[in-house]
C-alpha cells in the first residue's frame, strides 16, 4: 500500500472493520453462537467446556481487536492499526482452520441428516433477516478491498 494517502488507508481500513463487524460476526459468528453452538452443547455437554468455549473466546477476541483497531485509527496510529489487522487475519485463519477441521467435523458426527438440515434452514433464515442482499454485497465490498490492497 505504498503511495497510499491517509484519507485512503482510512477509507479502506474501515471497509475492512465493516467487513469483518458486519460479514463476520453478524453474519456468521452470530449464526453459530445463536444456532449452532447452543445445539451441540445439548448434544454433548462437554462440547461446551471444549471446543465450543474456544470458538466462543476466539468471537470475543475478534470484537476486542476490532474495537483496538478502530480506536488506533481514530488516533491516526496507522502501523499499529495494521499490526492488529494481521493479528486479526491471522487469528482468524486459525479459528477457520479449527471450525473446518474440528468444530464442524464434530457437527457432522453428532447430528443426523435431519438435524443438519434443519440447523442449515435456521441459518437461512437467520441471513434472511439480517438481509441476504446486504451479505451478497460485502462479497462486492471483498472483492474491492482486495483490489486495493494488491
Do not use: W
Not at 71 to 86: G, R
Not at 124 to 138: C, I
Amino acid at each position: 500500500m505504498i503511495g497510499i494517502n491517509n484519507a485512503e488507508y482510512e477509507s479502506t481500513i474501515s471497509e475492512i472493520i465493516r467487513f469483518f463487524r458486519v460479514y463476520a460476526d453478524q453474519y456468521h459468528h452470530h449464526k453459530e453462537e445463536e444456532i449452532l453452538f447452543p445445539e451441540m452443547a445439548k448434544k454433548n455437554e462437554l462440547l461446551a467446556e471444549g471446543i465450543l468455549a474456544k470458538m466462543y473466546d476466539n468471537h470475543a477476541y475478534f470484537r476486542e481487536l476490532i474495537q483496538a483497531i478502530e480506536a488506533d485509527l481514530a488516533q491516526q496510529k496507522y502501523v499499529d492499526a495494521s499490526l492488529k489487522i494481521d493479528e486479526y487475519t491471522g487469528a482468524l485463519l486459525d479459528h477457520i482452520a479449527v471450525e473446518n477441521e474440528e468444530l464442524f467435523q464434530t457437527a457432522y458426527s453428532i447430528f443426523t441428516e435431519d438435524e443438519l438440515e434443519n440447523i442449515c434452514y435456521r441459518f437461512m433464515d437467520l441471513d434472511r433477516d439480517l438481509g441476504e442482499m446486504k451479505k451478497k454485497d460485502f462479497i462486492d465490498v471483498l472483492k474491492q478491498i482486495n483490489n486495493q490492497l494488491v
